[in-house]
């Protein structure tokens, strides 16, 4: 049987979201890494963001990915200030002069990403949203985070989300039919995290903890979990990189047990350095109460640590079984589960963890399959507006009307913006040749279909 | 020596290259045509809402005081929308010794800059971002300056035209006909 190969379409993407470097996390990295894989793939990207101090206008990064760095001001963690029609004129500026043909949004707690798409959408461009976190249902910010996420994915043409955690509790959240939701996880970076090469003696088991120091994160446990190991275990140091508020607890508990000969803290620890000292550990311990994915274990399976980890999230789909320790996130339990790693470290081999988790995971992987659901979206019919508002009707009693509202006046406003300023005088911008673009890709080539 | 006239919806572009003098001068203009319908609007519209205040103001007795003032304040504005109305922009470019910035006002006022050759470092296409727009701009990196200076101070003319006196620049600047500036752009096949 002979498979049709369909001539690669070349995309011309928008990366939306208010976190990008120089800011740096979860988010940042993907977007640049899948940014990079798609350029490599022979699309081109363009990523927009809000200007970050004095770095404000277009920045070239690597590989020719072209960053729009919007000059206005993020005014509460690093998001722009929502004023839900003022983005629209440089965001269609945008999309007409790079000739774009999908809008790609990420992160749910992105203001900027939701403008975007929302104005993305009533200019009729093909939409597509990923999520990163996981978030609750009860309390009154996730109650209105909901409802905004309500709005924006009730006419998006495909979400991605990274773990199936992840996408049940997108799902349960907007309210999206679980079909238009495609499961793409993240991924790491292999060549940047590679084992120490020698191997550690394990006369002293050491374990590494590097995150940030907040309650989500679970530094409460570890006040309590530390004190109880190294109690347990006379041979067992710890090292505990990053910041956060929840530092002074942790600084207290090693002052009332006296083990700081035992337990080293180094404050916050720049990604960079991050490898150098996973390295000097033989055991990762993640404690988060909650993670969509956790990139953290990925990048110290990936040193060839062992890791151990409270069962939350995404958490368990991340690494195979063999070389992750699961536990619930209660201080008796994760004890007993650093014991357990412990006993199993003899079986461990860096080098070989390494290998496996470079077959399992690799960013080309991710941004290949982004590029399928790309294919979806833009393959997705077009629809008129009353169908479309018929949708946002059906998001709630009040809620539905100021959606139709919100959305009608953006019509409106779109019509406006092009007496104003036509389409016709936005000058396109000309495509800048560079010679990773000029290479032809093996899989470009029209096969015969039988 | 002229060439053919670019026009655009809001600008005219002229390139003039003269050799009959002790050294030649290439010239670049970008010309703004006198748009009467638009004045005519302006002004009337100025004039609609002054007789509007006035006939407010006419029922009561201060009108006497009022009036002049509500006159004094048209006559200001338009005087400083007149001043500010541009009629062209020019570069002119004298090889080996310098580049002339000009802006010419309707009201016959000039402004010149002139910038030695030995200055500029590097002419520069540069894009723009507004809280609003994005949009194509020529400036001159000059040495010592941390600045940029814009070629063109009130207009924001078509790229095609700003390629044409960015070309013009490079070959001044590098003193050789090759513009080479290190990537291949194919500026006219993508526009026209």
């Known amino acids: ?450 | 020596m002229s060439e053919k006239p670019i026009s655009s919806r809001k600008y005219t572009y002229i390139h003039d290259e003269d050799d009959t003098g002790f050294q030649s001068i290439d010239s670049h203009h970008i010309m703004v045509p006198k748009s009467r319908s638009r004045q005519f609007l302006l002004y009337s519209s100025f004039l609609v809402l002054m007789a509007h205040v006035c006939s407010l103001l006419l029922g009561k007795e201060e009108w006497r005081i009022v009036f002049p003032w509500n006159s004094l304040t048209f006559v200001i504005l338009a005087a400083a929308l007149h001043l500010r109305s541009i009629e062209k922009e020019s570069v002119l470019i004298m090889p080996t010794f310098g580049v002339q910035l000009e802006t010419h006002y309707r009201s016959g006022r000039i402004c010149r800059r002139f910038i030695p050759i030995s200055k500029i470092l590097k002419p520069v296409l540069n894009e723009c971002v507004t809280p609003t727009t994005c949009y194509w701009s020529l400036v001159l990196i000059l040495r010592g300056d941390k600045e940029l200076t814009l070629v063109f101070q009130e207009l924001q003319p078509p790229l095609e035209m700003l390629v044409s006196v960015w070309k013009a620049l490079c070959t001044a600047v590098d003193g050789d006909t090759t513009t080479d500036c290190g990537m291949e752009v194919d500026f006219r096949a993508s526009i026209l």
Request: glycine content about 6%; charged content about 20%.
């Open chain 1, 1 to 450: 049987m002979k498979i049709a190969m369909a001539v690669q379409r070349r995309h011309r993407v928008l990366m939306v979201s208010d976190f990008f470097y120089p800011n740096f996390g979860g988010v940042e990295n993907h977007l640049y890494y899948l940014s990079q894989c798609l350029l490599e793939l022979g699309h081109k990207v363009v990523v927009m963001t809000h200007a970050y101090g004095t770095r404000t206008g277009v920045r070239y990064m690597t590989g020719g990915l072209k960053v729009y760095y919007v000059p206005w001001k993020p005014f509460l963690m690093q998001n722009t200030l929502p004023t839900i029609y003022g983005t629209f004129p440089i965001v269609r500026t945008i999309l007409i002069r790079e000739k774009i043909s999908v809008v790609h949004g990420h992160q749910a707690f992105s203001t900027l990403c939701h403008e975007a798409l929302m104005h993305a959408r009533i200019m009729g461009y093909k939409v597509v949203f990923t999520d990163h976190s996981l978030y609750g249902f009860a309390d009154v910010g996730s109650i209105h985070m909901n409802k905004v996420l309500q709005f924006t994915l009730s006419d998006v043409n495909q979400a991605i989300c990274v773990s199936h955690t992840s996408k049940e509790n997108t799902v349960l959240r907007s309210g999206l039919p679980p079909e238009k939701v495609f499961m793409i996880p993240n991924a790491v970076d292999a060549a940047m995290f590679k084992p120490a090469e020698t191997r550690l003696s394990r006369e002293e088991i050491v374990i590494v903890v590097i995150s940030r120091l907040v309650y989500r994160k679970g530094a409460d446990l570890l006040v309590e979990v530390i004190p109880e190991v190294c109690r347990l275990y006379p041979n067992v140091r710890f090292i505990i990189g990053g910041d956060g508020p929840k530092r002074v607890r942790l600084e207290e508990m090693r002052e009332k047990n006296s083990l700081q000969d035992r337990v080293e803290m180094l404050g916050a620890v720049p990604h960079v350095q991050v490898r150098s000292v996973l390295i000097r550990g033989h055991i990762f311990l993640n404690s988060s109460l909650t993670e969509a994915f956790c990139i953290a274990i990925l990048e110290a399976a990936c040193c060839g640590l062992l890791t151990v980890s409270t069962r939350v999230g995404g958490v368990p789909e991340v690494l195979p079984e063999d070389i992750i320790v699961l536990a619930e996130p209660v201080p008796n339990d994760m004890v007993q589960a650093i014991g357990k790693a412990i006993r199993l470290l003899p079986k461990i081999d860096p080098q070989v963890m390494h290998d496996r988790m470079k077959s399992l995971y690799s960013w080309h992987d991710v941004a290949r399959r982004t590029e399928l659901v790309y294919d979806c979206a833009l393959s997705c019919s077009d629809e008129n507006l009353l169908v479309r508002l018929s949708r946002y009707f059906a998001c709630g009693v009040w809620a539905g009307k100021l959606f139709c509202l919100v959305m009608t006046l953006d019509y409106l406003l779109w019509h406006l913006l092009e007496l104003w300023q036509p389409s016709k005088d936005i000058e396109e911008v000309p495509d800048i040749a560079s010679e990773s673009l000029h290479e032809e890709m093996p899989w470009s080539v029209e096969t015969e279909a039988i």
